[in-house]
């Protein structure tokens, strides 16, 4: 089952989707980080993932 997480940070179109849901996690880790200056905690993220 794929993953999906988009970024709701306002002009961003960043989306990430994979079968593995740690490689999300990991991903939208270091984009926050990088793009945002932000830190997002692994229960953030995986609240924030979607399954299709």
């Known amino acids: 089952m794929a993953?999906?997480?988009e970024c709701t940070q306002q002009d961003c179109?960043?989306?990430v989707r994979a079968?593995?849901?740690q490689?999300?996690?990991d991903m939208v880790q270091e984009?926050?980080?990088e793009k945002h200056g932000m830190?997002?905690?692994r229960n953030d993220v995986q609240?924030?993932?979607?399954q299709s």
């Open 31 to 33: 984009h926050a980080r």
């Open 23 to 25: 490689e999300i996690v």
């Open 3 to 5: 993953h999906q997480f």
């Open 13 to 15: 179109d960043f989306m």
């Open 19 to 21: 079968d593995d849901e």
């Open 39 to 41: 830190s997002m905690d």
């Open 47 to 50: 609240g924030a993932i979607e």
